[in-house]
């Protein structure tokens, strides 16, 4: 396999390449390349992939976006079902 | 100071609204500034649900605003070059007893009165709807026109496009004070430089009365924080938008038959699918400052509440919780004005829960006002200071 064709965000099936190219097109933050590729937006919610897109982003990132936003973690901590969230677990 | 850049016309504020004002000004071929304090769609339109709704709007002029803003939508979707997830299925609103079936039943013929693509639902038809809703609903409404987007995916989108007009975007660039000088031109002072502008639009949602103050100028939007839930599905739990009719009271403010906790939280079913393998529950409404924190204690009523009107989601996954502003007016209409005593001064905010529906038609109404044209919707109900009438001398 490629390098290129590695998948950095499983959840989302995103390829190393596609997130390199959104990279280098938008030259935007770690949250914005997320919303463009979905990495790091899947059911693990980052947790296996955001350094690497985290990475990504910095490597690419021009001077306007000097101000590096990180990926940050959404609650819950960990995947829970509708029912046990609606008890209050 | 050596950072001084001189702007026809400077638009604060880098979500979907500046985002679309931003578009169709520039493509009119005006020259258009956005100054974005953060990120683009980094505050209220990346926290929220993506639909385009009329069904969810006062019958003739807002529902009809919507329906405009709908077919501006539906013209993007051909018009732009990055695909925003747009879907048209139309959406449909469930009720829980006799009481909403009437309600529904005017809500509809209103509607249809308004020149709207409206229809009852009954218990069959929300049977062919979704497996997983609950046996005992009565049946509904559905709007036929009703469509959905990803609603960061068309900020980017238009201000893509807004770009190749000539558009200059600036983010991470947060306006700090706002005057005009002897000349009669706008100074915004920035943390990155200052600009001087021929007009300034706000189109800063919940954060537009800060700008407003700085022209000392009163915009009544209060911020309505709103929460939301991302599950993921194993099975298609439906194909289009669903909510409670019990929304509509909550939204508007009347009476409803539920519990106390859930009443005071304005939590109320709204579903979304979504393009990717996901789907969105929502929804509150609380005024609670500009706290953006997610209360996991209102987060437990809406998954009851989702858990009511589809029992068999009860063991899907919640993956994201998050909370956003909506920038709310007491009549629930946005503001699209000129500011007469400060001319050339225009705001666009205000729209609560619809931005997303409101964006579109929002940018084509500023941009006409801009241009001098006559508007695509009547704007007399959209005034600033409509809200100040009885205050004033
Ligand atoms: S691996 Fe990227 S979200 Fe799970």
Sequence with gaps: MKEDEMIICRCEEVSYEELETAAAKYKCSARELKLRTRAGMGYCGGRSCRTMVDKIAAASANDQNRTCVSLKYQPPIRPISFENLGRGR | ?393
């Design chain 2, 1 to 393: 100071m050596n950072d001084t850049f001189h702007r026809d016309i400077v638009v604060i504020g880098g979500g979907i609204i500046g985002s679309s004002i931003a578009y169709y000004c520039s493509k009119s071929g005006l020259d258009i500034t956005v100054l974005e304090k953060k990120e683009l769609a980094s505050g209220t339109s990346s926290k929220c649900d993506g639909n385009i709704l009329a069904v969810d709007k006062d019958p003739g002029f807002d529902s009809q605003m919507a329906l405009k803003s709908q077919q501006l939508v539906h013209e993007l979707n051909n018009e732009l070059e990055i695909p925003f997830e747009y879907r048209n299925p139309g959406s449909v609103l469930v009720c829980e007893n006799d009481t909403e079936m009437e309600a529904a039943q005017k809500w509809v013929q209103q509607q249809q009165d308004a020149g709207l693509d409206f229809r009852m639902l009954d218990r069959e038809d929300l049977r062919n709807e979704s497996a997983y809703f609950a046996d005992d609903l009565l049946g509904g409404l559905e709007c036929r026109t009703d469509s959905i987007v990803n609603p960061y995916m068309l900020t980017y989108s238009m201000i893509h496009r807004a770009k190749q007009f000539g558009a200059k975007i600036h983010t991470n660039t947060e306006v700090k004070n706002l005057y005009k000088n002897q000349v009669n031109q706008f100074v915004i002072e920035t943390n990155d430089g200052i600009f001087t502008a021929n007009k300034v639009v706000n189109a800063c949602g919940v954060w537009a009365p800060f700008i407003g103050e700085m022209l000392d100028i009163d915009i009544s939007i209060k911020p309505r924080k709103g929460q939301i839930i991302v599950a993921s599905r194993q099975q298609p739990v439906g194909l289009r938008n669903v909510m409670e009719f019990g929304y509509l009271i909550s939204k508007f403010g009347g009476e409803r038959q539920v519990d106390p906790l859930t009443d005071k939280y304005g939590v109320a079913l709204v579903f979304e699918p979504t393009e990717s393998q996901n789907f969105l529950i929502g929804s509150s409404r609380q005024f609670n400052g500009y706290d953006t924190k997610v209360d996991h204690e209102v987060m437990k009523y809406i998954a009851k509440r989702a858990v009511r009107f589809y029992p068999k989601i009860a063991d899907m996954t919640v993956i994201r919780t998050y909370a956003g502003l909506r920038p709310w007016t007491a009549d629930h209409l946005p503001i699209i004005s000129h500011v007469e005593k400060v001319p050339g001064f225009y705001i666009a905010a205000g729209h609560e829960g619809d931005g997303i529906s409101l964006a579109a038609i929002t940018g084509k109404v500023i941009e006409e006002m801009i241009n001098e044209k006559d508007t695509s919707i009547p704007i007399e109900l959209l005034r600033y200071d409509r809200f100040h009438v009885n205050a004033k001398p």
